[in-house]
C-alpha cells in the first residue's frame, strides 16, 4: 500500500467565470489544460479527462487535450475518464493514445468505458439496441490491439481484420483499464481481456465494492491472467476546512444530480444525501486531514493500486478546482502515505 498512486480526473465540467455566468467550452478546455499542468506540478501521479458530448461538458476529444497537457509537463501520467469505446472505433482508440503516447514519451494511459451518457450513439450513428454487442465486440478487439501484433479479428459490428497492423505502435506498450459502475458481469469481462480494473464509486460507502476486488482477482487466476491493477474514482473537493469545502460544492452537487435525475428518473437530491454521500459514502469533501483520512480507509478497505479524485463539478468556478487540486498533492497525498505507513 505504500506505492499506492494518486490521480486526479475531470469530465471538463463547464465552469463559471468571475460574473457568475457560465464559460464558454473554449475556455473551459483552457483550464482543463492549466489544471493537468498544477497536477503535475505538486506531485499528483495520473490526470484523467472524461470523453462527454453535450452542453454540460467540455471536452468530446480527451486525447487532444491531454496531447496539450503532454507538452507541458514531464512526469505525470495521462489517460482518458472514460474514452466511450461502444461508439469508437478500437483501431481510431489505439492510433489516437499510441501518439499521446508518443508525445508524452510512454505516459499514455487508455481507460475504455461504455460511458454513463449515451448522447454519442445517435451522434455517431449506433443503435442503442445494440449497447451490449458493441462495447463487447469493441472491447475485444482493442485488447487484440494493444499486443501490438498483427490482428486478425472479426465481429458484426465493424469491418474484419486480417493480420492487420496498426500505426503507430508505442515503445514500451501502454496501461489500459475499463471502467466498471459495479456489476459482476463488467467486472469478470475486465479479468477476461487482461486489463487493469476501475471501479466508478460515485454513491454509497466504498468498503461494499471489495466482493467485486475479490471477483476481479478470482477471475483473473481462473483466466490465467497476471493480476492487472485495480483503482477507485471517485467525486470530492479540497478546501481549509470541512465547512468552506461542504459550502463550496453543495449548490453544484445539488444541480447536477438534480439535472440527471430529471433525465434518468432519480428524486431530487436533498441537503441529507449530501451529508450522508460525504460522512459515509462516495463524496470525498473536505479539510485535507478529512479527505485523507477517508482515502486511506478505502484504500486499505479495497487493497487498491490508485485513487483517483474527480475534482470538478458543475458550474463550480475554476479558482477552486485549482486550490483543490494544489491541496490534494501538497497535503493530501503526503497525509495518505504517513497514515498508510503506520497503520493509521
Not at 17 to 33: C, L, N, P, S, Y
Not at 74 to 95: C, H, K, Q, W, Y
Not at 303 to 315: A, E, P, Y
Amino acid at each position: 500500500m505504500a506505492e499506492i498512486e494518486f490521480g486526479l480526473t475531470t469530465f471538463g465540467s463547464i465552469t463559471r467565470g468571475a460574473d457568475g455566468r457560465a464559460q464558454h467550452h473554449a475556455q473551459v478546455i483552457r483550464e482543463v489544460v492549466e489544471a493537468g499542468v498544477l497536477a503535475d506540478s505538486v506531485g499528483v501521479d495520473f490526470f484523467g479527462i472524461g470523453e462527454h458530448h453535450r452542453t454540460d461538458f467540455a471536452v468530446s476529444s480527451p486525447e487532444m487535450v491531454l496531447a496539450g497537457i503532454a507538452s507541458l509537463t514531464e512526469r505525470i501520467r495521462l489517460g482518458s475518464a472514460v474514452t466511450v469505446l461502444s461508439s469508437d472505433d478500437p483501431v481510431r482508440v489505439f492510433e489516437r493514445f499510441s501518439s499521446l503516447d508518443a508525445i508524452s514519451k510512454g505516459r499514455a494511459e487508455i481507460v475504455a468505458g461504455r460511458g454513463s451518457f449515451t448522447e454519442s450513439f445517435p451522434l455517431f450513428g449506433f443503435d442503442l439496441s445494440q449497447y451490449e454487442l458493441l462495447f463487447e465486440e469493441r472491447l475485444a478487439l482493442l485488447a487484440a490491439l494493444l499486443r501490438e501484433k498483427p490482428v486478425t479479428w472479426q465481429g458484426s459490428t465493424r469491418a474484419s481484420l486480417v493480420d492487420q497492423e496498426v500505426y503507430p505502435g508505442s515503445e514500451r506498450g501502454m496501461t489500459a483499464w475499463v471502467g466498471v459502475g459495479g456489476t459482476p458481469e463488467s467486472v469478470v469481462r475486465t479479468a477476461r481481456y487482461g486489463f487493469g480494473l476501475l471501479l466508478a464509486v460515485i454513491g454509497g460507502p466504498a468498503d461494499r465494492f471489495a466482493p467485486y476486488l475479490d471477483l476481479f482477482e478470482r477471475a483473473q487466476d481462473e483466466f490465467g491472467i497476471t493480476r492487472r491493477p485495480t483503482a477507485v474514482h471517485s467525486p470530492g473537493l479540497v478546501a481549509g476546512s470541512d465547512a468552506d469545502a461542504r459550502r463550496t460544492v453543495y449548490d453544484d452537487w445539488a444541480a447536477a444530480r438534480t439535472r440527471m435525475g430529471r433525465e434518468r428518473g432519480w428524486p431530487a437530491p436533498t441537503p441529507a444525501d449530501f451529508e450522508r454521500e460525504v460522512v459515509g459514502g462516495a463524496l470525498y469533501v473536505g479539510s485535507p486531514e478529512t479527505v485523507a483520512k477517508k482515502i486511506a480507509a478505502t484504500v486499505k478497505a479495497l487493497g487498491i493500486d490508485r485513487f483517483n479524485l474527480k475534482f470538478d463539478h458543475g458550474g463550480l468556478e475554476h479558482p477552486h478546482l485549482l486550490r483543490s487540486i494544489e491541496l490534494y498533492g501538497s497535503a493530501v497525498i503526503p497525509l495518505v502515505k504517513d497514515m498508510l505507513a503506520d497503520g493509521s
